[in-house]
């Protein structure tokens, strides 16, 4: 089923809310397509992306009737780890073409689709020729980690911050990758920072004592309206930000305009302000202000509330990023922006996934 990706669900530009990352019965979710799209609306998502395991056939449950904002994906699932692939209309032919390897595999099966399996270096290779948005799935969460060293970094243009928190490990996993995302933002890689669900049940089989939301994590993206194509625009642009509740606020002002989380700057010829607000916060937490992963201001949450302002001068030469992020006290993102750019937009280098993993482990 083709799903248009340019059908405007609401006008007008703004922050939309929703949930990069759930199941549905097509694969190992407990809610049909239509049910899991009413949970969404129940929950307060404006959309909802449905990214079974290596299946697309969720998309014949809906049409441009349909009334409700669904942004079609697929969750690769390797032996060597997940990612999410964005962007297209659907169940429709030259999808069904670029996956095919892991389509027409069983569920089962697909958990062995590994590295040495002679599709499976010609899988990435389409999928990477194909211009869809690849998003790196809960990265260092044991036992869904992404294992393929060699993968070029380059082949992502997302990374999940936050998956499932409910999920045994999760806190320990989230709190790393928020730290590998650092890294490769230093060394140039502009990787879309995004959140996810991962939603299966209400209450999983691994665990009923969990209870999972559409809504812990939410992304919010600020597109010029809501429409799958605009959405993926602003995810591209970076224009997002991750949350378990609260709202922020993170913007640049200069030389009388504003700038929101994701936007380059450039090479500065005057001073420019950046000013990180969060509202909402009930847990015990920071707000702080992050310079090529290096803190350079923070305040305390108080009342649900906290401010940080910083200067930035013009520099000869070089780049910086700046995030806000509202951290508690157990290290863990409450809610974090995606960088503020500022200087040359650098040229990453080439590097490989486990490059990155090998100089975290010796640091």
């Known amino acids: 089923m083709t799903l248009s990706e340019s059908r405007v669900f609401a006008g007008g530009p703004g922050w939309y809310r929703g949930d990069f990352h759930a199941h549905t019965t097509c694969s190992d979710g407990a809610f049909s397509p239509r049910a899991l799209s009413d949970l969404a609306a129940e929950q307060g998502l404006d959309f909802l992306a449905i990214t079974d395991h290596n299946r697309i056939n969720a998309f014949d449950d809906f049409d441009d009737s349909y009334g409700r904002m669904i942004l079609p994906g697929v969750e690769i699932t390797l032996d060597q780890g997940h990612c999410n692939v964005l962007g297209f209309e659907g169940n429709v032919a030259w999808v069904r073409e670029l996956l095919h390897p892991i389509t027409e595999l069983s569920y089962a099966e697909a958990h062995s689709f590994y590295k040495e399996h ?49 999920f045994k490990g999760a806190g320990i996993a989230n709190a790393t990758t928020r730290r590998l995302w650092s890294a490769w933002l230093n060394a140039g890689y502009r990787v879309t920072g995004i959140g996810g669900t991962d939603f299966h049940s209400l209450k999983p089989e691994d665990d009923p004592n ?20 605009a959405v993926m625009k602003a995810l591209r642009l970076r224009h997002a930000y991750v949350t378990m509740g609260p709202r922020i606020e993170f913007e640049a002002r200069l030389d009388g305009r504003s700038c929101v989380m994701g936007d380059d700057l450039g090479v500065l010829r005057s001073p420019a302000n950046l000013y990180g607000r969060v509202e909402g916060c009930t847990a015990r937490a920071r707000a702080s202000l992050v310079r090529n992963g290096k803190l350079i201001s923070q305040a305390p949450v108080k009342e649900g509330e906290a401010r940080v302002e910083w200067e930035v001068v013009p520099e000869s030469g070089g780049s910086s990023w700046y995030r806000f992020e509202v951290v508690d006290d157990d290290d863990q993102s409450i809610a974090i922006s995606n960088p503020i750019f500022v200087g040359a937009a650098p040229q990453p280098q080439p590097r490989t996934y486990g490059s990155f993993l090998e100089a975290s482990s010796a640091t």
């Open 210 to 229: 969990r209870l999972m939301r559409l809504d812990l994590p939410l992304t919010y993206v600020y597109a010029v309206e809501l429409s799958c194509q």
């Open 118 to 166: 002679k599709d499976f270096q010609e899988l990435l290779d389409r999928v990477t020729a194909s211009g869809l948005f690849v998003c790196l799935l809960h990265p260092l969460e044991i036992p869904y980690e992404w294992r393929d060293g060699q993968t070029p970094v380059s082949f992502f243009q997302g990374i999940e911050l936050i998956n499932d928190p409910t």
